[in-house]
């Protein structure tokens, strides 16, 4: 494995396969698997949710035990090989040849693998002092299979690399030194030797590296996931806050005036029932105009909302209607433009046309009999203000839940506007806000 494979590539960001790493791809690759370490981007949503593993991972106390055994029949076998090259013949007899001491120290430095993720260093180290033992002793070619086994166990389980490092080099002159002190080979071998140790090492650092990177790109790809999940969230969130506004400023004000409209119809009923009548057709027209209103707004929840180009059906235009509907209640209205453009950006025009419809249906509400208003639009330095005000007593008539202002303040905020009500001084109360409205 000499480069990094295709969909490696691919992690660093490309948007398609790669045949050809560049050098610095290639670099970059391999030091992330050495060291562990990474400083490039990953595209988590190009990489398939890694397996749970394979045996080694998955099964890990069964897989050491299995590997040892395999380490310590594979250098039995070694030393058994060589008892029968060296007395001609294959009989029980060369098992019983070999020294008991051969046995014991590989069983030792066999046995001490099963440590080798938790306590690799350990290992290490134990598989070193019986290499050393075995020379010593005069026995020939020691346990160099679990030597090997062991630095890799070094390079894939020790997180600081550091200590990694040291390790690996104090292996590699424990090795020199029991080449060139006690086993007396010749230059040649001991670079061998040398290179051997780096491999097994580097071998093991290189799959830490990797693992480490593909959970690091799990770990995106998951953070990404909640991320967006979090995203829809508040976006289902903000739609249902919508709804509910406009949901709200239906009701309150198509609610408010058919029982404005009811409660007057009922008063006269009885010496003027022409006029009790026109207020009951008045009830009519808002119950109609609530369900007409009711079927655009829910039904942007349908799922083909977005082919029926459902767009809002109120905005400034239709300000003169509702300032005749009032009227029609018994509020007397003013109704001033000072150059308010006639066509605005939707949200805004919406915007606008709610919270006047709010601010006037609060004056039905609360102002008291024979309620005074009047509206105030205008516009300039790509502002549009909006001014209600009345002059009522302040008694209110019909029960309100006192989230209207509310609903108001939110509007204008979600246009980066501002928004202030409150009491006037001589009386009634007064609604300001302040959209940007895009244009001069």
């Not at 300032?323 to 003013?334: I, T, Y």
């Not at 008694?395 to 006037?424: C, I, K, N, W, Y």
Request: overall charge neutral; proline content about 5%.
């Amino acid at each position: 494995m000499l480069g990094p494979s295709r969909c490696e590539i691919r992690l660093w960001g490309a948007s398609q396969k790669l045949s050809e790493p560049s050098l610095a791809q290639w670099l970059c690759h391999h030091l992330v698997m050495v060291t562990g370490t990474l400083s490039g981007p990953a595209v988590a949503e190009d990489i398939p949710r890694r397996p749970s593993g394979g045996p080694f991972t998955r099964w890990q106390h069964s897989s050491d035990v299995a590997l040892a055994t395999v380490v310590f029949v594979l250098e039995v076998m070694g030393v058994l090989s060589r008892a029968v090259d060296e007395s001609g013949e294959f009989s029980l007899s060369v098992f019983g040849g070999v020294p008991a001491a051969t046995y014991l120290l590989l069983l030792a430095s066999s046995t001490a693998l099963l440590w080798r993720r938790s306590r690799p260093l350990i290992v290490l180290a134990a598989t070193l002092t019986a290499s050393v033992v075995w020379d010593v002793m005069g026995l020939a070619d020691g346990p160099s299979l679990a030597i090997f086994v062991a630095l890799y166990g070094v390079g894939r389980y020790i997180t600081d690399n550091r200590t990694s490092l040291l390790a690996v080099t104090g292996a590699m002159v424990a090795v020199v030194a029991d080449d060139l002190f006690v086993e007396r080979e010749p230059v040649s071998v001991v670079g061998v030797s040398m290179g051997l140790v780096l491999a097994a090492w580097y071998v093991g650092r290189r799959v830490k590296g990797r693992g480490d990177y593909l959970a690091l790109v799990e770990e995106r790809a998951e953070f990404l996931q909640r991320d967006r999940a979090a995203q829809a969230r508040r976006a289902v969130d903000e739609e249902r806050a919508r709804i509910a506004r406009e949901l709200h400023d239906l009701v309150a004000h198509r609610v408010s005036m058919m029982t404005v409209q009811a409660g007057a119809a009922q008063t006269v009923a009885v010496r003027d029932p022409d006029r009790a009548i026109r207020s009951m057709k008045a009830v009519e027209d808002e119950g109609r105009g609530a369900l007409e209103e009711l079927r655009e707004i829910l039904g942007v929840l349908r799922a083909d909302a977005s082919q029926q180009g459902l767009t809002p059906i109120h905005g400034l235009a239709e300000i003169p209607s509702l300032v005749a509907e009032m009227r029609d209640a018994g509020m007397d209205v003013v109704l001033s433009n000072d150059g308010v453009p006639a066509r605005l950006p939707t949200g805004v025009d919406l915007a606008a046309y709610r919270i006047v419809q709010e601010a006037l249906t609060n004056v039905v509400k609360h102002a008291g009999p024979a309620p005074k208003a009047e509206v105030r639009l205008s516009n300039g330095n790509q502002m549009l203000e909006i001014e209600v005000t009345d002059r009522g007593a302040g008694a209110s008539t019909l029960p309100g839940a006192g989230q209207g202002l509310v609903g108001m303040r939110e509007r204008a905020a979600l246009l980066e506007g501002t928004f202030e009500a409150g009491p006037r001084p001589g009386g009634g109360f007064r609604v300001m806000a302040r959209i940007p409205s895009g244009t001069a």
